[in-house]
């Protein structure tokens, strides 16, 4: 067995770089770090080959004066912690003065800084081995730090790296959650002599644009709130522009990007409701707290955090979010897209393209477009109630039907976000009009939206109205069916009466069903029992009423919803209107699909070519 013997400074300098520089990014996120960390509001990016063969940071923050740049390519020399205590508190992005030491470890590192006081700027150079002494050198202000070929000591090391492209993908990844991280702070990226992105100091929501692009703009929706000494805001994406990949989730931490498995999940949480399993929302997001309350050293990388009291930031996180996504959608997206003809940016808008504020089409109102003259009984019968609007409407229907169809005024649109039907297409989809011009509606997936958070709200209250059947309905049920039933009465928690449901057991093949929740007396009762019963014998009774239980409601709302080829009055295609704009969610099912779309009057003129 060899003997014990202390390792070589420049060995442990290699070793903690395989840690610290992964790749050329991994190095450009420590020098852009650094550069923040020294109160830089300029800062200029330049990459050759990727990042292998150069990468150079310079910026004008407040440099260094000669005594501390002797030290800055040494190991575990730093100007930010000097205690315990200032480990416990730290506010600034490096601490551990690790980074520029392993950077110059394994390359050839030339460091330019000047001190404001300095009369010149001074220069220091690594070449892997060692650090030679600095020397006078021309710099008007702040610090460049140059890398060159990055691992050329380490031949191991540097088999790993992949193609140009790649590393530069990745050293623009970097760039990316820095520059969304500081948007007070003005950037520019040049890749082998060529510019690709400059970014002034802007507004959150400027900067957001300019480095994530006009079409996540376009579906965010901003998010800001305060409690005790937490802030949790940015903006997140709708439902609608949810993603295959994770590649537009930023979250960070007093500044600090990072991948946090408890933030994650709290976000997975809030979104669960509204997105289908297998996509991902996109979202630039801000936690801020007392630096004591959260432990950022914990990985080499420091891109993982620990909380003092994980449970109460989840809670705070996950409410945040599902009350920003639970907003009726009359609100966040047709209200504030006035808002944005006036300031896009502006907190909470959303950025709409489109001629807002355009002269407004009054309603054919001459032409009768409804498909029948029924009562409102079958709505009535759907929705659980009508409101005053639609009773107003059905009033006036019975009257003159000219004068039902004249067109609401422009203080009523503006006040039904949503606009008013004017016609039904195929028994699918609704036609409405607004004050931005046309709304299409999946009549379907907005009112199983509407009946499902109308089942969540009743089970919350452990209260689901029951509506027994005048004669009951018996069926032919296999022995799983009637085994599960079975259960289920005997549950002490009465899981299918907590349901609203009432199935009686006639014999070892028959099942009946003798009641069933009120806003679902309409649906087929046999065809919703069986769903229901899958369900229960699938998750068992008690998950099925907590963990799952979102997905049984979810089944039972697709069993109430109006189905394809129904249809409607006018009044019904308004009353649904309504409902969609005091729902929360309502922009999407709860499959995650999109329930409607807006067509502005500026889409409409470019179909027609009108205006050229």
Known sequence: MAAIRLLPDQLISQIAAGEVVERPASALKELLENSLDAGSTDINVSLLQ?????????????????????????????SKIGSLEDLENVASLGFRGEALASIASVSRTYLISRDPNEKHAWRITSDGNYIEAPEPAALDKGTTVEVNDLYFNTPARRKFLKTESTEFGHCEEAFRRVALSRPDVGFMLQHNGRALMRLSVAEPEKRFLEVLGADFAAEALSVDESASDLRFWGMTAKPTFSRHTRDTQYVYVNGRFVRDKLISHAIRQAYQDVMHGDRHPAFVLFLELDPKLVDVNVHPAK???????????????????????????????????????????????????????????????????????????????????????????????????????EAPTIEAQQ??????????????????????????????????????????????????????LLIPVSFQADRLEVATAEDALSNEQGNLRQLGFDIAVLSPTTLAVRAVPVMLQDADAVALARDVLRDLREYGGSRALTERRN?????????????????????????LLRDMEATERSGQCNHGRPTWFQVTMGELDKMFMRGK
């Open 303 to 405: 891109t993982e955090v620990r909380f003092r009291d994980g449970q109460a930031i989840h809670r705070f996180i996950f409410h945040t979010l599902h009350k920003a996504l639970a907003t009726p959608s009359g609100i966040s997206n047709l209200v504030m897209a006035g808002q944005a003809a006036i300031n896009p940016f502006a907190r909470g808008a959303n950025v709409v393209d489109g001629s807002v504020g355009s002269s407004f089409p009054t309603f054919q109102s001459q032409m009768d477009l409804r498909s029948n003259h029924s009562s409102t009984s079958f709505y009535q019968t759907l929705f659980g109630g009508i409101q005053q609007g639609l009773q107003s409407q059905e009033a006036t229907s019975h009257g003159n039907h000219d004068e039902a169809l």
């Open 50 to 78: 990727g990042g292998v063969k150069q990468l150079r940071v310079a910026d004008n923050g407040q440099g260094m004066p000669f005594d501390d740049l002797a030290l800055a390519l040494t190991r575990h020399a730093t």
């Open 415 to 468: 006040d039904f976000p949503l606009g008013f039907a004017v016609a039904q297409i195929h028994g699918v989809y609704v036609l409405a009009q607004n004050n931005l011009g046309l709304v299409v509606v999946d009549m379907h997936a907005a009112h199983e939206r509407i009946m499902y958070e109308i089942l969540k709200n009743a089970l919350d209250r452990d209260h689901v109205p029951m509506q027994p």
């Open 551 to 575: 997905e049984m409601l979810g089944t039972m709302a697709c069993h109430a919803a109006v189905r394809a080829n129904r249809m409607l009055t006018l009044p019904e295609m308004n009353a």
